[in-house]
């Protein structure tokens, strides 16, 4: 099995700048369990007709929602956008 790592595309501050460090830890948690089950789910490469790239994919959790691309050559999850909903409270 291949180790799959996640990054933000573009960057943090673009894709989580404004966020608590308490939900981009949230954040970071869920990228990682996503690198996770993309290890078990893609084995070996993609074969040369495709791109390795998937179209991009969403994953809700309580209050978040991740969307992403699985990029199966890099074995990597790119994190291109976040968004969190705040209960009544945290507003």
């Given at each position: 099995?291949?180790?799959?790592?996640?990054?933000?595309?573009?960057d943090?501050?673009?894709?989580?700048?404004?966020?608590?460090?308490?939900?981009?830890?949230?954040?970071?948690?869920?990228?990682?369990?996503?690198?996770?089950?993309a290890?078990?789910?893609?084995?070996?490469?993609?074969?040369?007709?495709?791109?390795?790239?998937?179209?991009l994919?969403?994953?809700?959790?309580?209050?978040?929602?991740v969307?992403?691309?699985?990029?199966?050559?890099?074995?990597?999850?790119?994190?291109?956008?976040?968004?969190?909903?705040?209960?009544?409270?945290?507003?």
């Open positions: 099995m291949t180790e799959w790592d996640w990054e933000y595309m573009p943090p501050e673009h894709v989580v700048g404004g966020l608590t460090p308490e939900v981009r830890q949230q954040v970071d948690l869920l990228a990682r369990r996503l690198a996770d089950a290890a078990v789910r893609y084995l070996g490469e993609p074969p040369v007709e495709e791109s390795g790239v998937s179209p994919l969403d994953h809700a959790e309580g209050r978040l929602i969307w992403y691309l699985e990029h199966r050559r890099l074995s990597e999850i790119l994190v291109v956008r976040v968004q969190y909903w705040p209960d009544h409270g945290e507003i």
